[in-house]
Every structure is written in C-alpha cells, then in structure tokens.
C-alpha cells in the first residue's frame, strides 16, 4: 500500500474526528492527539521525501490511472522538494501544538482547524492536478481565515482577518480564472498532460493565464503588491498561527508558482525564458527592498516580522526566478532554514506577549532584563536572519548567489545583502531595546500605532516560562544543525533536478516510467558566500547600534526628510481592505504588461 | 458570438472589484466578492461550451452525440461550495466587527495602519 496519500489523508480524518466530538472533549485531551499525529505526519514525510530520492512517487487516486495520454484521474506526485515541504509544514505545525499548550480560551476547535490547516498544505503540495490544488488551496486558506481571526472580540483581530481573507480570495478567483483559462487550451487538468499540450509559442493566451495563475500563488506568498494583507493577519493571529503563517503557508505560494512554471508553463517558454526570470526577479527584488524598509520602521514585534517575511521571500523569489536547478535547491534551502527561524521568532514574542502583555517595542523597553534567556535566543535568531554561517539560510542564499553569478546577474548579492542587513538590525535593535535596555525611552518618531494585545497565553508564574522557551530553542538548534546533515547536499540538488526536468515529470506521472538515477553532486567553494554573510551579520549588528544610539536621525534632521520616500510607503499601508485590492489590480496590470512588453 | 461571453465574464469582473474598492460596508464587501466569483463561473462555463451540443447526459444517447464539457460544470459546482464556505466565514466575521466595534464601514477602521 502507497504512504503517498497518508499525509494527507490522516490528519484530515482526525480533524473530521475530532469535530465530531468536540463537545465531549476537552482541550487537554485534543491537543496531545494533535501533536502526535502532527509528528507522525511530519516522520511519514521524510520518509516519502527520502524514499523519492532515487525515484519520485506518483498516486493516482482511486486508481485511475492514465490511459493514452489522457489522465483519468487525480494524482498525488511525491518529489524530494514537496516531501521536504511537507515535512517542514508538519513540523511546524507539531510545534504550534506544543506552544499552545500555553494559550487559554483555546478549545477543540482549534484542533480541529490546525489539523484541517496541516492536511490542505500537505495535499497542496503533493497534488498533480491543477483543480485539485486549487481545491487544496481553498482549505488551507478557509483554515487560515478562521484561526487568523480565532481571538474574535477584538476590532483589530477581525479587521485583519477580514483584509487577509478578503484580498486572498479576489487572488484565488484570478488563479480560477486562468485554470479555466489553461483548460479551454489544454482540455485537461492534469499538470503533466497540460505541459504536453500547452505547445511551444508564448502567445498572448498562454501569457494572461499564466499571469492569472501566478497571481493567485503570488497573494498567498505575499510578493509586493500583493503584500498588504501579511502584516494585518501576523499582527492579530495567535502565536502558534503566525509560526505557520510565516513558517510554511506563504513559501508554498512560491512553490506553486515554481511547480505550476516547471510542469506546464515551460515547455511554451522554453525558448523565450528571459522575460518570465525578468519579470519573476523584479518581484523579488521588490519584495526583498519594500520588504525591508518597511520593517525597520515597524514598533509592533509581530508587524515587524511580518514585513521582513515578506522581505525573506522576495528572496526566496530569487531564487525562483533563476528558472534552474541550483536556484530551487537555494529556494529550498531558504525555505526550511527561513521557516524555523521565523517560526521560533515568533515564539519569542510570544513569550514577551505572555509575560509583558505588549508585543510594542517601545512600550517593552529594559523590560526583557528579567528574562535574559529569551533575549539570547532573539539575538541568534536575528544573527541567523542575516545569514550568518551558522543556519541553512546561509547555504540557500550561497546555493542562489551561485546561480546569479553564472546567469550574469552577479549585483543581485546588493539586494541580498540589504534585505539581511535591514531585517536582522531590526531584529537586533528591538533585543537591544528590549533586553538591554539601550535607546532613548519612548522616542518621538513612533511607528504604527499600538495595537492594544489581550493576554493570550495563561499565566502560570516563573515554571511555565522556562518550557515556553524549549520550543524556539529546539528549533534554532534544529536551523543550525540540519546544516550537518550527511545527505544534505544530495537531497536538495536531486530534489532540485527532479523538479525542473518536465520530460521527467512526466514520464513518472503519464507513463509510470523510472525517473533519472541519482547524479553526481556538485560542490562549490563557499568563501565568496562567507565573506557575504560575515559582512551582512556585521552590518545588521552595526546598524542595530546605529539605531540605538543618539546618532539615530530625528524627525526634524534633514536625513528624516530624505527618507520621505519611505513615509510614504507607510502610509499606502492603511489597513483598509479597498485600497489593498485596488493594489491587487494595479499589480496584476502591471504583471501582464511587463511580461508581455518582453515577448513581443 | 463565444467571445462575447468571455466579455459579460470581463464586465462583471470590473464591476464586482469596482464594488469592493469602494464598499463603505463589511457586508456588501462580502456580496460584492459573490459577484467577482460569478464571473469565474462565466469564464468556465464559456470554456466548456459547444455549439449544438446537448446536456452531458450519457443514457440513452448514441455514442457520438456532441455534448457541452460536464468537467467544467463539476469545476464550477465544487468552487460553488468552497466559496459559500468561505463567504459564510467572511460574513459571520463581518457580524463580529460590528459587534466589536459598532460599525461596518472600513474607512472608520483605523487599528491595522501602517
């Protein structure tokens, strides 16, 4: 029997469980159940991820399986990449379950929709068939909706949920609309079969509904100018969502678009690449600088990690669009290193939550002094988010620096050295003001306004304090150690080949045929990329100093009024759903016109 | 004249986000993203249609009779049920807002700026 369709399938099947008998179950018995199948979703994964080294899996559900070329049926397609993926979501998702040990007013409910949550990422990143993923994703996005807004007596709780849901579903229509519009053309659904008949001109057709299909991934990962919703859902959702939130959800936006380009779209690009990597790396490279500009000015913690989230995966989004095999290995080694760091940020604020009741940097300044521990765990994290030698960020963005060096494009480290610099020294300058109390007390340039926080978390005194750390703890360990993995380099340049070969997608899908053998790893020299990232830890540690010292510009100097620019950023940031989708629009205008000003 | 359905299709698009910019309430909002999936029900439905072709019912038709594409039709019927779920969400989150705050309208929301 196939474990393919397993990690879907359990967690959805205990979800539905657990629904049913959620009036007659207590919290302290929903959650263990939840953790341990969250666990063994995530075990199950990584043994379908290692299994798939030598050759990917392919399910068809039901056992319908292709006939002539015509796919029947559904199918779930288990590469080294979407195992890895999934694995990180069940990860993540066993830590939420963990942390929110600690959350009060939290019932069965939330079980329920986290175990929903993990199944619809799982089946999202397993599926071989577009409708399927839509479907998919359409669960995944319901679930988010409702634990974004699960404290639901808060005005500011619900607006959030209400811009996240409202801008991600007009996103998901547009991905609708062009399946609808790739199925007139290609009469399937199939991924692979669409691929085959997509033909080889990147005529005005094929070029809307890719534009389409991307948009919808493309809100969902939170590529500016789609952005606006993140930082609203991060700064109202509870801890361990946001841990998923950043964690997981958003980078299997890019996956998609990544899995949609290399399965179906490429074949019609093939020939014409240059414009799609252009148009991908303009994305990125807006997200990583907006990304992180608005970061630096955030006084809410949470808001403040949202915004370098969306900075991370304009990275990420790099790496994407070098359209290669090195730049996916990147990509997914940014991925799981950016995911488990994030994940235990957001943990420790969490922690400042629970003991300070305020997630405001300004209001919590010195008051991290009584707790030193989690000042250290924020300093390694934001010393990780710079990319510093000692997580797996380090390797993916060597793996994509890499690449850009030998597309030509080597001045793209510029934008991976700000982006780091910027989102570490905000992260390093809010421990400062934090935990050591550095920095003017209650400045007058304040960022957004103070979002009033309700306690979540129940207060139990010094004991639960000590366990409410071991979560992040393990997981920066986690970050740093998974660099040593003896398998590491084969696994996410397999998993990379895999993924952009199409001939060989589908061969395994359509025809049930043996994927490629394993290939001979390549091994670069990583001095250039360590130069980088001791430049870029080093910057962020100066620029935190900066940022605290009395030399920081104030609102009357001249410098301020050089960054007007960046007020004005801010102030598009208004938190009104209307203006978040006109944005959409605009964004998609554009999107299409640049694309197709190139292919002409 | 199949080209004219992708145009109603494009109309109701800019008519239903027309709507959602400019909603001065929570629940229009809501109604006015019911119209958008509309139109994404237009353009499958225009993509599955076939000229002089008969419901796609299999019984009791000879082999070959040209019927419209019922893979587009159960496309439309499952994003049917994912969208009342979600606009089911949308509005009982709508209702909380209101009851949190005392109004439906975005622009005198101010928390989330910035």
């Known amino acids: 029997m196939s474990l393919v369709p397993l990690p879907v399938a359990i967690p959805l099947g205990i979800s539905f469980l657990?629904?049913?008998?959620?009036?007659?179950?207590?919290p302290a018995v929903s959650r263990p159940i939840s953790a341990v199948v969250a666990l063994a979703n995530c075990l199950l994964c990584i043994t379908l991820t290692a299994a798939a080294m030598n050759a990917p899996a392919t399910y068809w559900l039901g056992g319908w399986t292709p006939r002539s070329g015509v796919a029947l049926g559904i199918d779930f397609y288990v590469d080294p990449v979407a195992g890895v993926i999934a694995a990180l979501a069940s990860f993540l998702c066993f830590v939420g379950f963990i942390y929110s040990r600690f959350l009060e007013n939290v019932g069965t409910l939330f079980d329920v929709l986290m175990l929903g949550f993990l199944a619809a990422m799982c089946g999202f990143a397993f599926s071989g068939d577009i409708f399927n993923m839509f479907v998919f994703f359409e669960l995944m996005s319901a679930a988010a909706f409702a634990l974004c807004g699960y404290k639901l007596e808060e005005s500011s709780v619900t607006q959030g949920a209400f811009n996240f849901a409202i801008t991600n579903t007009i996103g998901a229509f547009f991905g609708l609309m062009g399946i609808g519009l790739l199925y007139a053309k290609t009469g399937a659904l199939n991924l692979a079969q669409m691929g085959a008949a997509i033909g080889t001109t990147p005529n005005v057709y094929v070029v809307t509904s890719f534009v389409l299909l991307i948009t919808g991934f493309l809100v969902k990962s939170g590529s500016v100018p789609f952005h606006f919703w993140l930082a609203d859902a991060h700064a109202v959702a509870p801890t361990p969502v946001c841990l998923l939130f950043s964690g997981v959800m958003v980078e299997l936006g890019l996956y998609a678009v990544?899995?949609?380009?290399?399965?179906?779209?490429?074949?019609a690009f093939s020939a014409r690449r240059a414009p799609v990597m252009n148009t991908l790396l303009l994305i990125g490279v807006l997200s990583a600088v907006v990304g992180a500009l608005m970061c630096f000015g955030q006084r809410n913690i949470k808001r403040?990690?949202?915004?370098?989230?969306?900075?991370?995966?304009?990275?990420?989004?790099?790496?994407v669009a070098m359209l290669s095999s090195a730049g996916m290995a990147g990509f997914l080694l940014y991925v799981v290193g950016h995911g488990l760091v994030k994940g235990a940020l957001f943990l420790n604020a969490g922690v400042l939550l629970d003991r300070f009741q305020s997630?405001?940097?300004?209001?919590?300044h010195s008051k991290g002094r009584r707790i030193p521990v989690c000042g250290i765990l924020f300093a390694v994290a934001g010393i990780m988010l710079a990319g510093a030698p000692v997580s797996l960020t380090f390797l993916g963005e060597h793996a994509i620096s890499g690449d850009t060096e030998h597309a030509g494009l080597g001045l793209l480290w510029l934008v991976f050295l700000f982006a780091e610099v910027i989102t570490a020294g905000a992260v390093l300058r809010l421990t400062g003001r934090v935990f050591l109390g550095w920095g003017k007390k209650r400045p007058a340039d304040a960022g957004a306004r103070n979002i009033p926080e309700k306690r979540e978390t129940t207060h139990r005194g010094r004991k639960s304090y000590g366990w409410m750390l071991v979560p992040q703890s393990c997981m920066l360990v986690a970050a740093f150690?998974?660099?040593?993995?003896?398998?590491?380099?084969?696994?996410?340049q397999q998993g990379a080949r895999f993924f952009v070969d199409r001939s060989s997608y589908y061969g395994t899908v359509m025809m049930n045929t043996a994927a490629i053998g394993p290939i001979p790893l390549e091994r670069s020299s990583l001095t250039s990329s360590l130069f980088l990232s001791l430049l870029a830890t080093a910057l962020a540690i100066?620029?935190?100093?900066?940022a605290l010292s009395p030399l920081w510009p104030n609102k009357d100097s001249l410098l301020y009024r050089l960054a007007s620019p960046v007020q004005?950023?801010?102030?598009l940031h208004s938190g009104h759903v209307g203006d978040y989708v006109a944005f959409l629009i605009f964004g998609i205008a554009c999107l299409v016109a640049v694309l197709w000003l190139q292919i002409r | 004249m199949q080209h004219l359905a992708y145009f109603v299709a494009l109309w109701v698009l800019l008519a239903g986000l027309y709507g959602?910019?400019?909603?001065?309430?929570?629940?229009h909002l809501v109604a006015c993203v019911a119209v958008l999936q509309s139109a994404t029900y237009i353009i499958l439905l225009a993509a599955g249609f076939r000229t002089g072709g008969v419901p796609p019912i299999f019984y009791g038709v000879p082999v070959g009779t040209r019927t419209v594409d019922p893979v587009v039709q159960a496309l439309m019927l499952t994003d049917i049920v994912v969208e009342a779920t979600v606009a089911a969400l949308l509005l009982s989150i709508a209702v909380q807002l209101h009851k949190a705050s005392g109004t439906a309208n975005p622009s005198e929301l101010e928390a989330l700026e910035g």
């Open chain 1, 568 to 571: 004005v950023v801010r102030h």
């Open chain 1, 481 to 492: 150690g998974c660099m040593f993995i003896p398998q590491l380099g084969e696994t996410w």
């Open chain 1, 542 to 546: 100066a620029l935190a100093g900066l």
């Open chain 2, 20 to 27: 959602v910019v400019t909603s001065r309430n929570y629940v």
């Open chain 1, 359 to 364: 997630v405001d940097e300004l209001e919590l």
């Open chain 1, 304 to 319: 403040l990690l949202a915004f370098s989230t969306i900075s991370h995966v304009g990275l990420m989004t790099i790496g």
């Open chain 1, 258 to 267: 990544a899995r949609i380009y290399w399965t179906v779209f490429d074949g």
């Open chain 1, 18 to 26: 657990l629904a049913g008998v959620h009036r007659h179950l207590s």
